[in-house]
């Protein structure tokens, strides 16, 4: 299996789970666990943001020739995120669990159109334009990713 297709894919899930885990601590009143729950979820979208910015966008982009097409727009919606991010971040800090679960609503709908376009369209694409780099990307991918976890 291609990586951009499998290795993506997973780590959306990854940022799912972390993502449920720092809403359930917010809706408990459990700061304690929320904010090192947010905190990790954080870390690794924006481990993840880097991983296709870094490498997989330039990637697909040099191998098509195309830089205005389905990744500009990719980077346009983790920019729509990276506000949302710091909203949850204040909310933690306030210990404000309306502002949070405001903020976690309209990211969640953003992640859920975002990660769907990317693992039906732009990946299976990726994997596609890059052929046999495909290995060596994911390879890079993966130790990038593994950084986020630390």
Same mark, same amino acid.
């Given at each position: ?36 729950? =947010? ?9 993840? =943001? ?6 997989? =966008? ?93």
């Amino acid at each position: 299996m291609s990586f951009p297709t499998q290795i993506l894919p997973d780590h959306h899930r990854h940022c799912d789970d972390l993502f449920v885990a720092a809403e359930e601590a917010v809706q408990r009143g459990d700061w304690a666990a929320a904010a090192p729950a =947010f905190e990790r979820m954080r870390d690794q979208m924006q481990a993840h =943001f880097a991983a296709e910015e870094d490498l997989l =966008f330039p990637a697909f982009e040099t191998a098509t020739g195309n830089s205005s097409g389905p990744t500009r727009v990719m980077r346009l919606e983790h920019d729509q995120m990276r506000p949302l991010l710091a909203q949850l971040e204040a909310a933690c800090a306030a210990r404000d669990a309306d502002a949070y679960s405001g903020a976690a609503e309209t990211l969640l709908i953003l992640m859920q159109q975002h990660n769907m376009k990317e693992e039906n369209i732009l990946y299976p694409m990726c994997d596609q334009a890059l052929g046999a780099e495909a290995q060596r990307i994911g390879a890079q991918m993966s130790a990038l990713l593994e950084k986020g976890h630390a």
